[in-house]
């Protein structure tokens, strides 16, 4: 398989992460503060920015990388504010 293939693939996968999370949260399995549902958005957004890197798509690049560090926030701080609540 090719780099091209591999990067679309990437791709491919992180649209359905994000719309499965979003499905999964419009329906009621996964609340807007889960661990699941910000995990699925990071796969998302990894998989769009290798995609956006390759193809040189600055603007869904862009975005992509603010929705990856969005993420990775809103699992750091429900981990450490929930674990200090908890204590």
């Known amino acids: 398989m090719d780099t091209k293939s591999i ?3 990437s791709g491919w996968l992180g649209v359905i992460f994000y719309v499965f999370a979003y499905l999964l949260l419009s329906i009621g399995v996964l609340k807007a503060n889960s ?3 910000h ?3 990071i796969l ?3 998989g769009l920015i290798t995609d956006s890197a390759y193809h ?3 603007p869904n690049l862009t975005v992509n990388v603010i929705w990856l ?3 990775i926030l809103a ?3 429900r981990f450490f504010f ?3 609540r908890q204590s």
């Open 75 to 77: 699992i750091t701080r």
């Open 39 to 41: 995990f699925l958005n």
């Open 82 to 84: 929930t674990s200090s």
């Open 56 to 58: 040189g798509d600055q």
């Open 7 to 9: 990067v679309d693939i």
């Open 69 to 71: 560090v969005i993420g």
């Open 44 to 46: 998302g957004a990894i």
């Open 35 to 37: 661990y699941r549902f």
